[in-house]
């Protein structure tokens, strides 16, 4: 027997715009990409580069986005700039798609 998790209406209401604009953002194939490598683990530009197979400027894009969006954060290490999910409701959900989508 599943158990089910009330939900409240108001705190729904509230949340619909922020969850929107997330899942437009997961609505793009190589955002989403870069968002499912995030959430095995922290990465430089480089390997986002070469995990996703687009260019340096495209991945620019997508992360600035990503970050203006409020999605990843990213924290210098060194010369290096590691990108991470910002919100670990957004890892959740990722792990969550991955799941269900990606495995097998």
């Known amino acids: 027997m599943k158990v089910q998790i009330p939900v409240s209406i108001k705190k729904m209401e509230r949340s619909c715009e922020d969850v ?17 490598h995030l ?4 990465k430089t530009v480089n390997e986002l580069v070469d995990l996703c197979d687009v260019s340096q400027s495209q991945m620019s894009h ?12 990213c924290e210098k290490n060194g010369r290096y700039r590691v990108y ?10 990722l792990e ?9």
Request: hydrophobic content about 40%.
């Open 96 to 104: 969550t798609i991955q799941k269900e989508y990606c495995v097998g």
């Open 39 to 42: 959430s095995n683990g922290d």
């Open 20 to 36: 929107s604009q997330v899942l437009k953002s997961l609505a793009h194939p190589r955002r989403l990409l870069v968002l499912g």
């Open 84 to 93: 991470s999910i910002a919100d670990k409701r957004l890892k959740k959900l």
């Open 62 to 73: 997508f992360l600035m986005r990503l970050s203006y969006e409020g999605l990843v954060k």
